[in-house]
């Protein structure tokens, strides 16, 4: 993978090196996922390109908080600066577990930033059956599957055709992590259309520039938010149809326990050790709930 350093300093500089090794211990030991790794370079890149920093060994708490500024300033969320902090966070204890000085840094001197809570805005399949009737096929599987699989834009994004086994799919989340969720007939029979006439090789939304790309998550959430304009919802984000997931669920009679297993959420131990059993068939019985006496609405 490539770092890209070479955009944000000279090879040169003392900082080069210090991140390039940086990086290639999270690539090569670590063993981070490529989502988390691009993640990880694109913050701390932006951190160096900003700050004008050419050793760590000059970096301050006062360079730091002018770099939360900035990202305060361009609109960002204090959830989203508070990830890429603890990015920043996490690189420089690396480096001074590598016995890297940094005379001028008080990590403990800098606290998160205060975080609005998430907005959750719900849809119900009323409403999802509104703005289906405004989109063409592409944007109505985006809508459908990303509200019948709960699934976050990222994962919607990075499905490709081998993910899709009869009705089941397979999804790849945080992590690098992956459970199942399952297509209704309606959805499976237009799927295989779609496949069929756009000729799907990989990428099930394979980019018009590059068919051996996917398209960009900036695309599929025009493509999303346009259709929901066209049906009266001007505030639209894809994170609502995730939300919309779950509480059509909680609607439909499911537990907590397979929303939770639904939604993929396995990143924390206890929520690991509460899920164990729930795959298989505790997973396709909470799609069969889901699609039982409903589906006809959508």
Known sequence: MSYSLEKVTSVKEPIYQQMHSYYHFCQNIRHMSPVTLTSKIYTLNNFILTSHLTDLWNISNHLIFEWISQQSQRGNSGRSINDRLAHLKAMLRWQRDMNLEMPQLKLALIPKVCEIP??????????????????????????????????????????????????????????????????????QKRLNDWILSVKIQKFLWPSPIRPDATLA??????????????????????????????????????????????????????????????????????????????????
């Open 118 to 187: 998430p907005r959750k805005v719900c849809f119900s399949r009323e409403q999802i059956a509104l703005v289906l009737a405004h989109a063409d096929l592409q944007t109505w599987l985006l809508i459908r599957i990303a509200f019948d699989c709960g699934l976050r834009i990222s994962e919607l994004q990075k499905l490709q055709i081998f993910d899709i086994k009869d009705d089941q799919i397979t999804i790849t989340g945080k992590g690098n992590k992956r459970r199942h969720a399952y297509l209704c007939p309606d959805v």
């Open 217 to 298: 998550t900036c695309t599929i959430r025009a493509y999303m938010k346009q259709a929901f304009q066209k049906a009266g919802f001007n505030n639209f984000c894809p994170h609502d149809l995730r939300h919309s997931y779950a509480t059509d669920l909680k609607k439909l009679g499911a537990t907590t326990r397979q929303i939770q297993a639904g939604l993929g959420h396995m990143s924390e131990a206890v929520t690991e050790k509460y899920l164990s059993d729930l795959e298989g068939f505790d997973l396709r019985e909470l799609y069969e709930l889901k699609y039982s006496d409903v589906t006809s609405q959508l």
